[in-house]
C-alpha cells in the first residue's frame, strides 16, 4: 500500500477529490492530511473521510526534519501539496526525493512565486493580455513552483473574464486532473499496476 501525505492550508477541495478518487483503491491511501491552519476546510473534510490529521507550527515546520518523525509514523511514502501555501524545507524535499507535487492555478513558468497563489494568480492573469490560462502539476524544489513539470492543462480566458469566473475553470481543471496525475506519478514511481483504477 503506498501512502500519501496530503498538504492543504485552504477549503480542502482538491483534497477531498483526491480522498474520494482513492477510496477504495487496495493500492493507494490518503492516509494523512497536514494543514498549517487549525481552522482551515481541509481539517474538516479530513474528519468526514476518517483521514488522520497533522496541525503543524510554522516554527517546527522550517525547523527542517521536526515533522519528519510524523510522516514516518505514518509511513508516509509521497507528499501531495494541494493549496498549500508554505515553502517546503530541504530537509523535507531531500527525505522524499521526488516524491512531493504541487498543483499551480497558473501555466507555469508564468505567474509562479512568491506570494503568487489563488486569487493573486487569477487577478494577475485577468490583468493582463494572456487569452489562456490553466494548471500546473510539478515536482517541489527548493524553490517557490520551480520543480520539473509533470501536466499542464488548459483553459480559455473570454472578454469580460474575471478573477472569480477564471477561478472557476481553474477549479474545475484541478478536479479533473489532479487525482488522475497523482496515480499515474505514483505507479510510475513506484514501479506499480494498480488495476481498482
Known amino acids: 500500500m503506498i501512502k500519501i501525505a496530503i498538504f492543504a492550508s485552504g477549503n480542502g477541495s482538491n483534497a477531498e477529490k483526491i480522498i474520494g478518487f482513492f477510496h477504495g483503491s487496495k493500492v493507494i491511501k490518503v492516509e494523512l492530511i497536514v494543514s498549517n491552519k487549525p481552522t482551515a476546510g481541509v481539517v474538516q473534510i479530513a474528519n468526514k473521510w476518517h483521514v488522520p490529521g ?59 512565486g512568491k506570494n503568487m497563489y489563488g486569487n493573486y494568480v487569477h487577478e494577475a492573469v485577468v490583468a493582463s493580455t494572456d487569452t489562456e490560462s490553466g494548471i500546473t ?4 524544489d527548493e524553490h517557490y513552483d520551480h520543480g520539473d513539470v509533470i501536466f499542464q492543462a488548459k483553459c480559455g480566458i473570454n472578454a469580460g473574464e474575471t478573477a472569480a469566473s477564471l477561478a472557476e475553470k481553474i477549479h474545475r481543471l484541478e478536479h479533473a486532473h489532479f487525482p488522475k496525475i497523482i496515480h499515474a ?3 510510475k514511481t513506484f514501479a506499480i499496476q494498480s488495476s481498482d483504477k
Not at 72 to 89: C, H, M, Y
Not at 137 to 140: L, R, S, T
Request: charged share 20%; no cysteine.
Open 54 to 112: 497533522l496541525i503543524i507550527e510554522r516554527q517546527q515546520f522550517y525547523n527542517g526534519d521536526h515533522y519528519l518523525e510524523d510522516l514516518k509514523s505514518n509511513q508516509i511514502d509521497f507528499i501531495v501539496l494541494a493549496g498549500f501555501l508554505w515553502k517546503i524545507p530541504v530537509e523535507l524535499i531531500n527525505a522524499f526525493p521526488q516524491k512531493i507535487i504541487n498543483i499551480h492555478p497558473a501555466l507555469l513558468p508564468k505567474y509562479g
Open 137 to 140: 502539476i510539478h515536482y517541489v
Open 185 to 187: 506519478v505514483i505507479e
